[in-house]
């Protein structure tokens, strides 16, 4: 006969048993989502505005149905954005002088910015550049040169007018460039200057003046490796003009042209 106590003891062991062989093990930790890695382009470093170191804005109009009278603005400001690699993409704002309005008579001179601009009231006005566009390649070496068109707009006292001309851009220097708008038209009735305009008429005794204007422009952002290429003309334009329709640039015209009619003030 077997002790109560060594009964208990195998009782107790067997059922230690029993219990250990049936656990089950411990469940395995769920596997954690994966994200999926995204591929980001890099972004483009931000270009730093450049100045406009030299300009100007060449306009003809025609008077008296027969006589072209050209006059030019020789103060032109402001900054452009443009980026060598992507120069589609070049922004900037152009502040235009009125008050540097020339030509080759102070008279007119004196009735333009008085009776028609105002310079007075409206000193200055704005072109805002949104791009370039029709660029096929980029600008990476100086001296490099590509053609396309100007894209902007003209802000002129409460009214826009939408701006699409020929360009010309050359790189110069590390962050210096030329730039040269062929002619475009501006509309002076789209402008809501056709009652300057007729107090000019009537000032100057002419017949009439043509409600469309042309206009063109040639700037230097940067310093140019070259003073020369940036000196605007000191001298006033004169009634002769060479037409042609290649973009202008900062040198001087080739000797030539059609010599336009001698205009009464």
Avoid at 241 to 257: E, F, I, N, Y
């Amino acid at each position: 006969m077997r002790a109560p106590g060594l009964s208990l003891s195998l009782t107790f062991a067997l059922a230690l048993s029993l219990v250990a062989c049936s656990s089950e093990p411990a469940p395995a930790p769920a596997p954690q989502p994966v994200t999926p890695s995204v591929a980001t382009t890099p972004a483009r470093p931000q270009i730093a505005p450049i100045n406009i170191t030299a300009g100007q804005v060449d306009m003809i109009t025609m008077k008296n149905d027969t006589t072209e009278v050209p006059g030019r603005f020789e103060t032109v400001s402001g900054s452009i954005k443009i980026n060598p690699h992507h120069p589609s993409a070049t922004t900037g704002t152009l502040t235009i002088d009125l008050a540097s309005w020339h030509s080759d008579d102070d008279t007119r001179d004196g009735r333009i910015k008085t009776l028609f601009f105002n310079t007075a009231s409206n000193p200055t006005t704005t072109f805002e550049l949104t791009g370039f566009r029709r660029i096929n390649r980029p600008l990476n070496t100086v001296g490099d040169s590509i053609t396309g068109e100007a894209v902007g707009t003209l802000h002129w006292r409460a009214l826009n007018q939408d701006i699409v001309a020929p360009v010309e851009i050359t790189r110069t220097g590390e962050d210096a460039y030329t730039v040269a708008v062929s002619d475009f038209d501006i509309s002076i009735a789209a402008l809501n200057m056709s009652a300057p305009l007729q107090a000019l008429i009537t000032e100057c005794q002419h017949k009439n003046i043509g409600d469309t204007v042309k206009v063109s422009l040639t700037l230097a952002i940067g310093e140019q490796p070259v003073p020369a290429a940036t000196t605007t003309s000191t001298t006033a334009p004169k009634h002769k003009r060479v037409l042609r329709s290649g973009p202008r640039k900062l040198t001087s015209p080739p000797a030539g042209g059609r010599t336009l009619p001698k205009s009464n003030k």
